[in-house]
């Protein structure tokens, strides 16, 4: 007879949901929401429901298995775990342990997927990763203005006077939030949305301002400059709360408002509109995680934090820069889980430029790669570079639950457990700030084991099991460590299913800045207003824009969290060529004609569809779809780091298209 248990959306994303999970006979035979969640209702989208599909799939990886001549062979855990053991030691005695890669992604929100932290760590230390393919440009960024990336609660919207969504569509990767807006908006606020598209969540505003990609920051010092000449700014803030607004005048000062409007593209009566609704507080901004990913893209996301800043929306109910919530991650005993102090050596990648950096190493050379919770060959970009990069190590071991593009590539692969299989708790700090449980449900098919277990063998294999000898509540209950002075155990996560982490719901109200300064830290514009323009643009490149005069967007995707459910979808996914109606008229192109797109790193062949309102010369292509569908859009975009150093540009490509006859 079926029961259902409660559980939670492993799935990286914003809304972190509460779930009902049905299982008869050991198996998995309905996912659904939650009514009791008290953020997400029982509500649940289409990816958490397929997740059920995604357990019990047959393409679920059940034995360990490893390359010989060319083909995968089925093997034993004993063999697998002792040759791969054995290539770690001999690597780490010839070479150093820097001579192994760990390269990550965040595939699952389990709290004890950090174990691969704790496992390389207590080995010696690896070469890591640092920054982000998403939002490390804007978390550093926040980190700079207000020396934390912090959101203000969900229910607080209903204070704003005015809510600013920009550069995020929230219908599709949020849809709490999206439901928030519409009673929001029946209780009076006025929504605004700014994005390249007009997307499902600019169908919903009162006003939708088109923007050209990549020109937010612009747009932003636009809108700073009405603000002033308006007098709206919130003079107090100014003197008493910051510093480095007088320098960020001069970039200002440098550029005319004509000119904002020319590049940005936005009529100057827009900017206008939007600096007198600033002005107007409390006004809350949704700050999406696209615009960052371009070279100017922390500048971007400081300029949008500065014209909050300036027009007093910063620490007020209904107000903030809500970009992410990293009051929520803190909450757990991160370093008790990762033991970082055990490391001995000590080097860094990027996450950008890791194939690059891949290919270059010296002192010593990467020569393995373990690759956990990530699919890198279709999700970093340049992802050419990034095959010959992976192609080229002499071991490469991938933990998964399916054969990825990368797993392909490996020499060993390790079937993982999936959600539902092991005990874990999650959290996003991307939205709200609940911690949510999931119990062990179902065993794992096959072979397939959890990803602790693994560690735990490797370290017995490499000497340090001590550092594994915990059961899994034990090492839940390490990350719930700092919880627990306020009531929330392990034991009443399993009770109640989830718990509000006691975070500030209002951030900065007391405008004490965790700055070094305590104060808010604008942006000064060092470079001036070139500092806020994109890097493959007319302004910039004006050969490569006249070689490549599209700007490509690749989006995420609205039936796949990333590369993890095109293959489970019912119809055969394949590329989306998105094109905005401009394009197609010049290019006579019609819905369902096969195209070409290209560029200098690589092109990619796909279906077009028009999208019916979207910026001039827009092009978007889904990331995230495996070679077998048709390819990666990331063949086209750039392995290049945004301007603070550690986040993409993926966004940050210019492309040429045309019809294929
Ligand atoms: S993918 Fe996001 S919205 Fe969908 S069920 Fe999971 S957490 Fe909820």
Known sequence: ????????????????????????????????????????????????????????S???????????????????????????????????????????LHSHDYANAGFLTNLDSRFFNCFGGVTELIGS?????????????????YSHAPGELFESRSIIVWGRNVARTNMHLYETLIEAKGRGAKLVVIDPIANATAKIADEYITVKPGFDGLLAAGILKELLRLHLEDKKFLSECSQGFEELRKLLESITLESISNMTEVPQKSITMLAKLY???????????????????????????????ASGNVGIAGGGANYANRQVGQSFHYEGITLPHRKKAHRT??????????????????????????NPLTQLPNSSRAEKAFSSLEMLVVADSFLTDTAKLAHYVLPIAAAFETEDIY????????????????????????????????????????????????????????LQKRGISLERLRQEKFAELPVDRVPWHDHEFKTESGKFEFYQGEGGAESLLPNETKWREESIATMYPYNLLSIHPMRSNHSQHYHLLPQLPYVKVEISVD???????????????????????????ILKQAHPNTINIDEGLSRRFGGTVNVLTPDLESDNGMGSTLYDCLVNLEKIC
């Open 583 to 609: 394009i197609a008229a010049k290019k006579d192109i019609k819905d369902g004609d096969s195209v070409r797109v290209w560029n200098s790193r690589g092109e990619l062949e796909g279906i077009a569809s």
């Open 427 to 482: 959290y996003s700090s991307m939205y709200h700030h609940y911690v949510n449980h999931g119990p062990k449900l179902v065993n794992p098919p096959g072979e397939a084991k959890t990803d602790a277990w693994i560690w735990g063998e490797l370290a017995k294999r490499l000497g340090f099991e001590n550092d594994f000898s915990f059961s899994r509540e034990e090492l839940i209950k390490m990350g719930v460590g700092p």
């Open 58 to 100: 047959p393409e679920r990886l059940r034995y360990p298995l490893k390359r010989v001549n060319g083909s995968f062979e089925r093997i034993s855990w004993e063999d697998a775990l002792d040759e791969i053991a054995a290539e770690m030691k001999r690597y780490k005695q010839q070479y150093g342990s820097l001579s192994i």
């Open 1 to 56: 007879m079926a029961e259902v248990f409660h559980s939670a959306c492993p799935l990286n994303c914003w809304d972190s949901c509460g779930l009902k999970v049905e299982v008869e006979g050991g198996k998995v035979t309905k996912v659904e929401g939650d009514e009791e969640h008290p953020i997400t209702k029982g509500k649940i989208c289409g990816r958490g429901r397929m997740l059920e599909q995604r357990v019990n």
């Open 133 to 149: 393919i998403c939002w490390g440009a804007g978390i550093e960024a926040q980190c700079q203005d207000f020396g934390d990336a």
């Open 349 to 374: 990648f990027t996450m950008m430029k890791q194939a690059e950096m891949m290919l270059q190493a010296k002192d010593p050379e990467i020569k393995m790669a373990f690759v956990t919770c990530g």
């Open 279 to 309: 002005g107007n507080r409390p006004v809350s901004t949704l700050i999406g995680l696209g615009m960052q990913r371009y070279h100017n893209g922390g500048s971007t996301i400081r300029m949008i934090d500065a014209v909050v800043a």
